[in-house]
């Protein structure tokens, strides 16, 4: 039973959150990327990719096309020349708080037969349980996996 309704809400999630980055370069995985430099401190090229199990190389190919659309930008380390953090521009910090909101807007919707109260409570409780079952993981690299946007999948 467990296994059913976990199924049934993540395929629902996945093909919400895949409606609602749509906009994006490469869907959810381009939301993840952007989510991942908007919300940490700047990480390398080589961090990002291996963070979100992205082969460096299909990374490369992805930074360029953030930036050929104003959502992000390299800039080179301070402290290690050949490195480049990638930065989120304030047009990148934009575009990710409407896709955050749509992604808000789709998990109210599917979960729109809970009263708030348990929809508070459910989160909380899937929050404490996934939190158990892997103690440390790297949420945004866990959900690039669960979704199939890294090799490892």
């Given at each position: 039973?467990?296994?059913?309704?976990l199924?049934?809400?993540?395929?629902?999630?996945?093909?919400?959150?895949?409606?609602?980055?749509?906009d994006?370069?490469?869907g959810?995985?381009?939301?993840?990327?952007?989510?991942?430099?908007?919300?940490?401190?700047?990480?390398?090229?080589?961090?990002l990719?291996?963070?979100?199990?992205?082969?460096?190389?299909?990374?490369?190919?992805?930074?360029?096309?953030?930036?050929?659309?104003?959502?992000?930008?390299?800039?080179?380390?301070?402290?290690?020349?050949?490195?480049?953090?990638?930065?989120?521009t304030?047009?990148?910090?934009?575009?990710?708080?409407?896709?955050?909101?749509r992604?808000?807007?789709?998990?109210?919707?599917?979960?729109?037969?809970?009263?708030?109260e348990?929809?508070?409570?459910?989160?909380?409780?899937?929050e404490?349980?996934?939190?158990?079952?892997?103690?440390?993981?790297?949420?945004?690299a866990?959900?690039?996996?669960?979704?199939?946007?890294?090799?490892?999948?």
């Amino acid at each position: 039973m467990l296994g059913w309704s976990l199924t049934v809400l993540l395929r629902e999630w996945s093909a919400r959150v895949e409606e609602a980055s749509r906009d994006l370069p490469h869907g959810v995985r381009g939301y993840q990327v952007l989510s991942a430099v908007v919300h940490d401190a700047p990480p390398t090229q080589a961090a990002l990719a291996a963070r979100l199990g992205i082969d460096r190389t299909v990374m490369t190919y992805l930074l360029d096309k953030f930036e050929g659309c104003d959502l992000l930008e390299r800039r080179q380390d301070p402290s290690d020349r050949r490195a480049r953090r990638i930065v989120p521009t304030d047009h990148g910090r934009r575009v990710l708080a409407e896709v955050d909101a749509r992604v808000a807007q789709a998990e109210e919707e599917l979960l729109s037969t809970l009263p708030p109260e348990d929809r508070r409570v459910l989160r909380a409780l899937l929050e404490h349980a996934a939190t158990g079952a892997a103690p440390g993981e790297d949420r945004c690299a866990a959900v690039a996996r669960s979704a199939g946007l890294t090799q490892e999948a």
